[in-house]
């Protein structure tokens, strides 16, 4: 009996962004399963989430000790939650206020306050997640967070390119943390890689939903 437990944010709990009669990554990987009852699909993931609410209530399902795989999809939120540094004068997030550094500071001084402000904090987060669920006997899977398709987006237009930097430090972070945990990475950058696999800039469609289910499935039934 293989316990397959999903875990992250919208981009497995992608629901509430598919048309209707579609359907979210879940869906999908319960009709791949249709005809396996051995195969049983527990999705934790909350759309909004991110890694500190991971840790504090994702973590807590007792049905972890009994997974068999659990797949982790989260960042993608902390992520947006910092795009200000990106937009104009650079700000950084701290104890809840925005400290403004002046445009006369240094790239230097930008990319070490980002590192002590943004990217350490999201690490010490992410590898708790990681080390907590190492402790498990389940095979463990973690996901890179994609691009999104912000090309004329209103919304995330001004920051197409430079949001590929703050996405590539923190994939960095979850290859290196793979490594130092024995987990898998599944790279989403290749999978989601046309419009059509996003329902808006950041939510996986039916059919990049679709593409993840059909990712993770190959992943549990290679093991």
């Known amino acids: 009996m293989n316990k397959i437990y999903l875990l ?35 999705n934790r993931a909350v759309d909004g989430h991110t890694m500190q609410d991971l840790l504090d209530t994702q973590l807590s399902d007792e049905g972890l000790n009994e997974a068999t795989n659990i797949v982790v999809s989260i960042g993608g939120n902390d992520l947006l939650q910092n795009l200000f540094f990106l937009i104009d004068s650079v700000g950084l997030h701290q104890e809840g206020s925005v400290k403004l550094i002046p445009r006369t500071t240094t790239r230097n001084k930008t990319f070490e306050d980002t590192y ?52 590539s430090i923190f994939n960095d972070l979850v290859y290196r943390t793979a490594q130092k945990y024995n ?20 939510e996986p469609s039916h059919i990049g939903g679709e593409k993840l289910a059909k990712a993770i499935k190959d992943w549990v039934d290679n093991d």
């Open 116 to 167: 002590f402000e943004i990217i350490k904090p999201m690490q010490q987060q992410y590898e708790s997640i990681v080390a907590n669920l190492s402790n498990y006997r389940a095979k463990l899977l973690l996901c890179t967070v994609y691009e999104g398709d912000l090309v004329d987006s209103d919304e995330f237009n001004d920051v197409v390119y430079s949001s590929k930097t703050m996405l």
């Open 8 to 42: 992250g944010d919208s981009i497995i709990d992608n629901a509430p962004y598919v048309k209707k009669n579609e359907k979210d990554v879940a869906s999908h990987l319960n009709s791949m399963y249709k005809c396996s009852p051995q195969i049983n699909i527990y």
């Open 183 to 202: 987990a898998e990475v599944l790279e989403l950058r290749d999978i989601f890689v046309s419009p059509e696999d996003y329902a808006n800039p950041i």
